[in-house]
């Protein structure tokens, strides 16, 4: 083994370590996977604020959960864990808020997303709010599967067994997502003006 | 068909299971075989790779242009704060042994009030035994016996130089009260007072409330 190409260290050797005191072992697991479950929270709740207050909330559960965590389930591993905590809860400030409050919200922090990345031209932002847009629009539970495909990088098996639904309304689910998302984006302006 | 296939319930399924890679190799080497002889089929898992990269590509996109919630390096630091104080509070040593709460010893405490209160009153009776009250005349007898030729019947007595005048009116009114039955040493406060001469300044304590 070269000390230039030191194999991978799994999620589970490092979840191992962070259980014996190594905080570098947490660190690890946190630079692996924080900035892609941000985003992931990013889009689910649509708040940067909510986000960001859920992020550590995952982080805090984990830590707390750690000794508890199957490491030889064949549940999905570490991460598929991680974002089972994550989905969860977002799902408690659902509940907790209220949907249509949230969705309120956010709605109006669109626009103010958009608002600072004033360097792109015109045509970029439009092309921004329309995707945006389009993703918004999507079902909550199609963009749910979507969002844990992409940022997760998870199996459908483990997506299913996170949400609770059989392996097949999972991949209807993604697959009515992706089908939905062609067409809003085949027809951006109308909706943009949807979701405005 | 294997089962794995029979599961799903239909071609979306299975090709989105098969561009996943998710299907084992028996069943991935069967839709291949599937798709080699329908060119439907691939038609069908070509449109879905293409909307599959097309949703990915929007996320990517929206991605790119939009903030992170976060900046990364702030929600770093914000975990690594998070772990740090999680393994600080795992280094510390547990309580072992918890407290256990021990029931309040009541029947303990009630014997040794009661054992308390044996003792306290045997050590009184010794020292007060029944019938026997301080007679001034006695005292004033004993006095002139040891002391012959001291005028005052008190002041011989080493004791009793040491009292005031109002404790000795004291003593004797309350031996005197103690002992009501006995005639003779049934005195008044009057009477202990001729016995025994009062400080002019003490004469309002006596008779104090």
Redesign the interface.
Known sequence: MSPDNPIPVGDEALVRR?RD?D?RA??EL??RH??AL??Y???LVR???L??EL??QT??SV?EHLDRFDLTSGGGGFKAWLYRIATNKAHDLWRARGREKVVKQNLTLITE?IA??AS?NLE?AE??AK??A??ELLPENQKQV??L???GNL???EIAEMLGCP??TA??R??K???R??EL?AEPQNAESRVS | MTSSLQ???NN??IL??YL?G?LPSQDRAEVEQMLASDAGLRAELEI?RQ??Q???D??E???G??????P?IV??S???Q???E??DL??QPTVTSAVVRQPTPWRRISLSAAAALLVGYYVWAVYHPPGRSINPRDIAYRSDELYPGDSDEFGALPQARELSSREKVAILTNSLDDSASDETSNLHVAEVAAVMPIDSSDQNVTGAP
């Not at chain 2, 242009?65 to 976060?70: D, G, I, Q, S, Y």
Request: charged share 20%; net charge neutral.
């Open positions: 962070l005191g905080e947490g660190n946190a630079a924080c900035a941000m985003r929270l990013q889009r708040s940067d604020h986000a960001e992020h550590q982080w805090t830590l997303e600072p990345d792109h970029g092309a921004e995707l945006r389009a993703i979507l969002l495909r992409y940022y199996k459908f098996v392996l097949n991949l209807g993604m697959h997502a992706m089908i998302l062609r984006l | 599961n799903l319930e979306e399924a989105l299971m996943a998710e879905l909307t599959q097309l949703a990915f929007a996320l996109t929206l991605d242009a939009t903030r992170p919630a976060v990364r929600a770093l914000q975990i690594s998070l772990i740090h999680w393994i795992r280094r």
